[in-house]
């Protein structure tokens, strides 16, 4: 029924207007989110440097999920359902921690980093203690960025890795240490929160901080843009290429995008006077205008990556109007803090912008919940919304398995 | 299947006594409640004393809609779907502002104050504006009291208007300005509310500082009424007739009440003491012994209309436990605080009534919610409770369509 | 077809394993829980230490429904559901309070103590009060602890009240008072709230100011007992026959549990040190080393009786994900604070376990949620989880009235 009710709203959408609204506020379209897209798909996780050490953890929400990434005892990058598999309690109760073995907080089942059950006191001669390990997580690392994927199967990654593996390689994010985290939570449905941060359209009436240094252009060629930005453009490429740096759009299809783009001129890093925020270049640049390359990834995250520092944006849905943003910071591992950077400089602009686009977010997420709600249409500036309601639609279509996915996957 | 449910409920309903308590707090009966009376009748809006200057504009949530009215720049009022035809942004983000033009705080989309859309930056040649403006609502100003309709084809306010007319007109009331206005939230079904306002049996137990001044009977010839009324109601319908005021019951039917009745004896208004709350009289009056024009209508409104003030509320439906109650204190224009009224004096006597009202609903609606619930028996004084069900339950019948409607209809 | 979905679940349940994850989490079985278990079965309702005079009441909340606990004038505990029979509002407001008559706040129609209606200002001649009483709830006392029962037809507690009462009644539950009364709500589903305490699995890991003094063996022969605690029972043991104080487990099926059993060694009340909290015994006791009777009955209690005080928790159900648990320590009723016990010392214990216990209910709650939750195996010394979970699916099948329920009770 809940797949009748998805097909019928995929025969309502238009391309290249909103969606339908039901998409963004209905509880049932939620259950069919988590069902077609975020127990399927591969998930944007956090970073490797969140987990330097063994025993190092971190743990993610989704919807009802909660899943464990940690680093095991030979370094490898594990993740496991958080959930014991005695009678069900979270295990890990923190957004991020150490532990030497994963101990349930009830009952103190014992699990190796590699999520074997190691010890179940009390339980009786006989017991299998091999198939009650913990229900791993599929795991794949991208030069330091982690993904994860929920299905038993999950499809390929290796046309993304190959794909944004020279743009972010240099960057060397391996090499990385966490300057700050935050979360914060909005009233909104996880699909406006990536509308949002897929157009620059909304940046003028709203983000003075970020403007300062970020070119509202998505594109090299876009048609909007003006003489000052194409010749930005074209001083900019001439010494990436000269670094070797790939710089040009990536052909991402509606899966990703990945492309590096100047500051605005005079402008190195995300800052209020557009001057680095860490003194201590990322890898072993010397060069510090090196603008960031922009890299988004259905269905949840989007990051920069720039000389000085990188930052990791991942959207985890909580609810039909609720959805967490967390976002980490990352300069190089050696950089001092008071010494080579200071943390405000470094982070106020994306904390501001945050919070401004949460706003808008919440605004939207109110306005699509009215009866006079209907999808509207989309500037050219939008043109990644499109992109991503293709996705969406397609994987909804793959889900519920109707005619309207039919039309749309062939599309 | 909604429709069936509401059919079952009513064919269960008997005059005379409390509605089943499904109606109350069932959270699809509040969706047909959305339906069958929010989307299609009249609803309160507001006073035009809000709304003075061109661009002064209030909102209104009405489930999960919210409604913009304004003034425009020919001084007419008008009202929109608070929702943008772009991505459906909220617009207008405050309960009361003033816009010289409507621009959408996403995007800046700009609407005429007539709700044309003048400027959408960014879209493409071609781009067919005019038929991307606000969704307007209906809207009727009676004596300065705006009403609002969601639906295509409103049903007539003439019968309405032009019976109570001649009682508000007297009082000016679009010669007023707000001197105070409040919202509450009760966590308790909007019917629930309007019931609590529908009779005066629960004064005496509950409304020390409403007692003071006001009279617990709802009618001239009310046959449990004493002889100190009938003398007081023979002296006061005396002089307002010398005035030429109109005082008996209005013909209201189910739909609306319209009557002018004294306070107690030497008391002039809503105030601790009986004395006026307001030196400077309503109007050109110079009596300040009016009474006060009761004035209710169907579904969320109630008024006084006094010599020294006037007393707007609405009721607002948020879910099926909770509602806004919004209170506007009106004084004639030219008043000074300070001068001619002092604040606290004015409003004292409603605000702690309404939040003894809040109280009793609140309660009323966690009863309602145990298997132990019954509709229960109205008492004679509680007349005008079956009055608004009778109402309520043609309205919902019409909307199912079903036998029980049709039933209750030809009552 | 909520029937049909547990009947299903019921078939899907394993002896030996904790249960469906959607018994313990989704909304609608948490409504079935409502019809199967708490409109159907005794509840805990309190004890009559907490309403000792004429008009006392306490009030209790179940699902959607309140229900007052009162004492009438001939010294009868009687209890009613706390809804007016006129338009239904709640009568009683507070947690426990004294009333010389119910009186409705709303309008106030007054109820004598025994439920019926005295009186009813302005309901006209001809009004028959006699059949406006209110709606009575089943009472049992036993030994002074209050059992309510919402069904028109209650089972019988005779087996339980003959079984219990040679262990009870000794320590005289009647000559207490309260010493002091706790509510918390806990994040977490009733039904985990009591598989939490239901064993002493996760007592060792959890529970340190508890494990001061309660031995974590549940039955004078558990396999896993050591040669020291087999040596406390049988001095225990030895005692009490001399003094004529029941402690072999009683016979109670899956319905309730009775035993006594001895504090760890030199320990005699739940203090954090093992002394008496009280130095007023109960009863006429002069020997403080009783151990304590652990009696639990489903679906919402358990208790403690030692020589010093008497402990009783209520589980109330609020909704499938909030569940309150309400805690009263009583004393001697001539024993005074300051002097015979210091509160602090008294209550110390029970406070610091009870929130322990609720961090890992909520916790144990927050995994179930999750896709990766099935049911687990129970060790051995969880054994009481197994009897409850058998009593609870037999409750469900009664009332489900599926071929799955038929099974289930046939084992």
């Known amino acids: 029924m809940i797949k009748d009710r998805v097909n019928q709203l995929l025969q309502e959408r238009q391309r290249g207007f909103s969606l339908p609204g039901a998409f963004y506020v209905d509880d049932d379209m939620f259950e069919a989110d988590l069902e077609a897209v975020f127990a399927t798909d591969w998930l944007f996780a956090g970073s490797v440097a969140e987990i330097r050490g063994p025993g190092d953890y971190i743990t993610m929400e989704i919807g009802r999920d909660s899943i464990v990434i940690l680093r095991d005892r030979e370094g490898e990058v594990r993740a496991f359902f958080n959930t014991c598999r005695h009678r069900g309690s979270r295990l890990c109760l923190h957004e991020t921690g150490r532990a030497n073995r994963i101990v349930c907080p009830y009952h103190q089942w014992v699990y190796e980093l590699d999520g074997s059950l190691i010890n179940a006191r009390q339980m009786p001669e006989g017991f299998d203690r091999a198939s009650h390990g913990l229900h791993p997580v599929h795991v794949e690392v991208i030069c330091g960025l982690i993904y994860v994927c929920l299905a038993e199967t999950p499809p390929s990654l290796e046309k993304f890795r190959k794909t944004v593996t020279p743009y972010i390689a240099p960057h060397q994010p391996d090499r990385t240490k966490v300057a700050f985290f935050s979360t914060i939570i909005e009233e909104a449905n996880w699909k406006l929160v990536i509308d949002n941060n897929r157009e620059c359209y909304h940046c003028a009436g709203n983000h003075p901080a970020l403007l300062v240094t970020l070119v509202e252009f998505a594109l090299p060629?876009?048609?909007?843009?003006?003489?000052?930005?194409?010749?930005?453009?074209?001083?900019?490429?001439?010494?990436?290429?000269?670094?070797?740096?790939?710089?040009?759009?990536?052909?991402?299809?509606?899966?990703?995008?990945?492309?590096?783009?100047?500051?605005?001129?005079?402008?190195?890093?995300?800052?209020?006077?557009?001057?680095?925020?860490?003194?201590?270049?990322?890898?072993?640049?010397?060069?510090?205008?090196?603008?960031?390359?922009?890299?988004?990834?259905?269905?949840?995250?989007?990051?920069?990556f720039l000389s000085d520092h990188i930052l990791h944006f991942r959207v985890l849905p909580l609810s039909a109007n609720r959805t967490a943003v967390k976002t980490t910071w990352l300069v190089h591992e050696d950089a001092v803090e008071g010494v080579d950077y200071d943390l405000k400089r470094l982070t106020e602009v994306w904390t501001e912008t945050n919070d401004e686009d949460r706003i808008l977010a919440e605004n939207n997420h109110k306005g699509v919940r009215s009866r006079a709600y209907q999808p509207g249409p989309l500037a050219p500036s939008e043109f990644m919304l499109n992109n991503f309601a293709d996705w969406y639609c397609t994987k909804m279509a793959d889900w519920a398995g109707g005619p309207g996915g039919r039309r749309i996957a062939a599309e």
Chains 1, 2, 3 share one sequence.
């Open 221 to 304: 060629d876009d048609p909007a843009a003006n003489a000052t930005f194409k010749g930005l453009m074209d001083r900019s490429t001439a010494r990436w290429d000269g670094l070797g740096l790939p710089h040009a759009p990536a052909d991402g299809g509606t899966e990703f995008r990945c492309i590096r783009l100047p500051f605005n001129d005079d402008c190195l890093s995300f800052t209020m006077d557009g001057k680095p925020a860490c003194n201590k270049l990322l890898a072993d640049f010397t060069e510090p205008d090196l603008g960031s390359v922009r890299m988004f990834r259905v269905p949840n995250n989007w990051n920069h």
